[in-house]
């Protein structure tokens, strides 16, 4: 089984900063992808940012400049490091790992709130 624990989540006002983090549980993940979605109600469940085992990193649109992803593959965690947060940042973010290619794992979630 694989289990992903993340943390980080919070309130903070418009124009903060969160970092969040999600460990994966065992080892041997450090060659696959790992990532960030999120979910807020009413809206479809949107990627946030991704992360290859090689670095290579993708973002949403709407997050781009705002949000950085990384990872610590010896670990198995990787970051969300998100500033300039805006108020349609809220959500619940989920971590995910692709343990194969057809196989995603994802986090408990942990909510986001950004206040105007």
């Known amino acids: 089984q694989v289990q992903l624990v993340e943390s980080g989540g919070g309130l903070v006002q418009a124009g903060g900063s969160l970092r969040l983090s999600c460990a994966a549980s065992g080892s041997g993940f450090s060659s696959n992808a790992m990532g960030w979605s999120r979910q807020a109600p009413g809206k479809q469940r949107e990627l946030v940012a991704a992360?290859?085992?090689?670095?290579?990193?993708s973002y949403a649109d709407s997050v781009k400049g705002r949000f950085t992803i990384s990872r610590d593959g010896a670990k198995n965690t990787v970051y969300l490091q998100m500033n300039s947060l805006k108020p349609e940042d809220t959500a619940v973010y989920y971590c995910f790992l692709d343990r194969t290619v057809r196989a995603r794992y994802w986090g408990q979630g942990t909510q986001v709130t950004v206040s105007s």
């Open positions: 992360i290859t085992s090689g670095g290579s990193t």
